[in-house]
């Protein structure tokens, strides 16, 4: 009896150990992968970006994102392929971290030699994503792709086509846009893409451009007038589109959220739902959270429309409260401020401005994420950086920071405090 009581035990213990490793190893790989690349870059900025995005994976594994969060809302997860799964995301990590760290020179130098090729490929996937991808939650902006039959997202890989295609477009002059010739290259270069991501229905996607795109030509040194009037045509555009859509009663989507967000409680069975459950659901967690992987929180139970993806902070606020917010908050500051201080001491004005591009789409993915699980901006599709669930954004934004770690390669804190980029002081 003592026998098989002990056997019994170790078959649980091994079960629960293999179980575990199945559902955490390919974020435990990223966290050691994470640190074996800080340790390359070295004791600089760029080293410590690549320590936080380690830390952001740790509380990627407690904040039930993913793979994890499906498990536990799953009735029966014995009916899960475990070995599949996991061996997929082993190596997709691998892929991601190793392989786009190594890519990313080649990236770069391809887009500062081709990039228009590279901008018309883009389009191209775009083009063929409006005409035969997938619908999902009314959007058609997903492709079935042949890699164990996952899709991918076309308008996530634009954001960084976009982006680079400007840090070229834009680096070749002293002071870009004085002449109507300029401004129209680079209104073809933002307009023509976002237009038919916006036709997909990825408005989200379009206001993370839009801004990537002010904060590039503002530290590319564009005449602050030119761009104070491009703020003023968008922002009149703007208010056209919404006050026409209001008085013809649409039932678009968009205009939906809106509403609901200027007044949740009256819409709270459609557009309001998601801002209510989500307020509710940060709001359980007060100060320190209920803990992860909790049985009967109203993010497991599946109260949180999207609560693995596009309300991922809300796992994080219920299972870590106010505490755990503010560490997640910290490390984005933290990326977001070395970036800066990155960019500020690099000459070449290509790499600059790749760094200040990327640095500015992951604020605006933080900011707006993190303030509409609050309540504080409209409901939007855009996911969380590295927390939120989805392989085409994630690849976006690891290529995004493996560019910049590659620009700064190799420059300490001392090498960068002797030179000082002009534009930045």
């Not at 013809?248 to 709270?268: G, H, N, V, W």
């Not at 599946?302 to 606020?317: C, H, K, L, M, R």
Request: aromatic fraction near 12%; glycine fraction near 10%.
């Amino acid at each position: 009896r003592l026998r098989g009581g002990m056997g019994s035990a170790s078959k649980v213990a091994s079960n629960f150990l293999w179980r575990f490793f199945e559902r955490f190893g390919a974020q435990m790989l990223n966290i050691v992968v994470g640190i074996i690349l800080a340790r390359k870059l070295g004791p600089g900025p760029s080293g410590q970006i690549a320590v936080v995005l380690a830390v952001i994976n740790i509380l990627k594994v407690f904040a039930d994102s993913g793979m994890a969060n499906a498990l536990i809302q799953k009735k029966d997860p014995d009916d899960l392929d475990f070995s599949s799964v996991f061996f997929f995301n082993l190596a997709f990590s691998l892929v991601l971290y190793l392989g786009l760290f190594l890519a990313a020179p080649a990236i770069a130098r391809f887009y500062r030699e081709d990039s228009y090729v590279a901008i018309l490929r883009v389009l191209g996937l775009l083009v063929v994503t409006l005409i035969a991808g997938e619908v999902s939650n009314g959007l058609k902006g997903w492709m079935k792709s042949n890699i164990l039959g996952r899709s991918i997202q076309p308008s996530e890989f634009a954001k960084l086509s976009i982006l680079l295609m400007l840090a070229r477009y834009l680096s070749r002059f002293e002071k870009p846009m004085t002449r109507f010739k300029e401004v129209m290259n680079v209104g073809l270069i933002v307009g023509i893409p976002s237009l038919v991501v916006l036709a997909q229905g990825e408005t989200g996607t379009v206001i993370v451009i839009v801004f990537m795109f002010l904060v590039m030509i503002y530290f590319a040194g564009v005449d602050i007038r030119l761009i104070t009037a491009i703020l003023a045509v968008g922002v009149v555009g703007i208010g056209i589109i919404v006050g026409y859509a209001l008085m013809s009663e649409t039932t678009d989507y968009r205009i939906l959220r809106l509403l609901a967000f200027m007044d949740p409680q009256k819409y709270e069975q459609s557009g309001g739902y998601q801002i209510i459950k989500s307020q509710t659901a940060i709001g359980a967690g007060q100060l320190t959270g209920v803990g992860t992987f909790l049985e009967g929180s109203w993010t497991t139970l599946g109260y949180v429309p999207e609560s693995s993806t596009d309300s991922i902070f809300t796992v994080v606020g219920e299972s870590f409260g106010f505490v755990g917010c503010m560490a997640v908050l910290a490390a984005y500051f933290f990326i977001v401020i070395r970036m800066i201080y990155l960019a500020r001491f690099t000459q070449d004005k290509f790499g600059r401005l790749v760094i200040i591009g990327v640095m500015a789409m992951l604020f605006f993915h933080v900011f707006q994420n993190i303030a509409m699980s609050m309540g504080i901006m409209p409901i939007t599709g855009i996911p969380l950086p590295f927390l939120s669930y989805g392989g085409s954004n994630f690849i976006t934004n690891i290529a995004a920071v493996a560019l910049v770690l590659n620009i700064t390669r190799g420059r300490s804190a001392a090498t960068l405090n002797t030179v000082q980029a002009p534009g930045l002081g």
